[in-house]
């Protein structure tokens, strides 16, 4: 079956060549797993975490425009266990014990306080909303401060190593920085590791004719982004409808950058259609694929209602527009 422009399927990104017409994405735009432990990952050894990367990387030779981009939004694993690596057995002396948040003390203190929100509980223990939630779900725990045997692992050189291995050139990577989440929490930690508030794009290339068009920017974004490295874009704090959801000027400034009105954008780990929906916004077409059926509906939901906004929008400018349906 092909996917066809527009819409969202319930697949496995790994099948995408399957359905995807060759030589048809302008800008391939997504967010993997990281293989920090979310919920949508927890079926996957890292073995098959670097499996999946490497699969989904070389569909994008077939799906891929010549001269196309495949922009990789992700971060490094910061807490890798290595059971290789030595101890590290340092007594730490500064070690405040009453600062310690465990998952039972955030059990209890949504015993005492059900109708409590994330951010009411993390107020109430003194810690993020972060250590609120990793405590809960158990996502990107930096267990190194306590496991002995754990280091951090850079995933860019896997993702360049995948990519040149099937014809896909590294172009350019960015650097997302994020907002300082940790800035008013009381972080402590039980090692000299710091926090991290950035993540990486990495963009590759699939050789062919690519148009440079400047003018698909104004000056001031190409003074405040368009060839700059670092682009600070504040994360979603509310992910209360899916777990990683990354902000909706990340894709847009992407798509901005890269493609023309009309060109075709893809997501292959679409979630709640965040790239999707900056598609819709920028006018361009796009294909999502997710393989929960939860994201799917999310995503599809999501974009219903922004085609409603638009079309109200437009009858509002234009209300001879006849109404459809
Ligand atoms: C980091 S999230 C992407 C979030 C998305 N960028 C957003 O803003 O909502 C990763 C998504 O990949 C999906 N996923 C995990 N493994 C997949 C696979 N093999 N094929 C397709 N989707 C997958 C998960 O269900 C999850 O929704």
Request: proline letters at 5%.
């Amino acid at each position: 079956m092909q996917y066809w422009p527009d819409n969202v399927y319930l697949d496995d990104a790994r099948n995408l060549a399957q359905h995807v017409e060759p030589d048809t994405v302008a800008l391939s735009v997504w967010s993997p797993p990281y293989h920090v432990g979310k919920a949508y990952e927890r079926d996957m050894s890292y073995f098959d975490w670097k499996n999946l990367l490497r699969r989904v990387i070389e569909a994008h030779v077939i799906v891929l425009k010549p001269g196309a981009f495949l922009a990789i939004n992700i971060a490094d694993i910061l807490c890798f266990k290595d059971s290789n690596m030595p101890r590290i057995m340092a007594d730490n002396v500064s070690r405040r014990k009453r600062n310690d948040i465990t998952r039972e003390k955030v059990l209890e203190a949504w015993t005492q306080y059900p109708h409590y929100n994330r951010g009411q509980i993390a107020a109430l223990l003194g810690c993020s909303e972060q250590t609120v939630d990793r405590r809960m779900k158990g996502n990107n725990i930096r267990g190194g401060k306590y496991a002995a045997q754990t280091r951090v692992k850079l995933v860019g050189g896997l993702l360049e190593q995948y990519a040149l291995d099937c014809g896909l050139f590294l172009y350019d990577r960015r650097l997302w920085v994020k907002d300082a989440a940790w800035e008013n929490s009381r972080w402590h930690t039980m090692s000299y590791r710091s926090v991290d508030e950035f993540e990486y794009i990495y963009i590759f290339w699939k050789p062919g004719p690519t148009m440079i068009n400047k003018s698909r920017l104004t000056r001031d974004e190409w003074t405040a982004w368009g060839s700059r490295a670092v682009w600070y874009i504040p994360s979603v704090r509310a992910n209360d409808d899916h777990d990683a959801k990354f902000p909706l000027e990340l894709p847009r400034r992407l798509i901005q950058l890269l493609t023309e009105p009309g060109d075709l954008v893809l997501d292959c780990f679409a979630g709640s259609g965040t790239s999707a929906l900056a598609a819709l916004h920028e006018k361009r077409r796009f294909i999502g694929i997710d393989r929960s059926p939860l994201s799917v509906d999310l995503a599809k939901k999501a974009l219903r209602q922004a085609l409603h906004e638009q079309r109200q929008q437009s009858l509002e400018l234009f209300p001879s527009i006849p109404k459809v349906g």
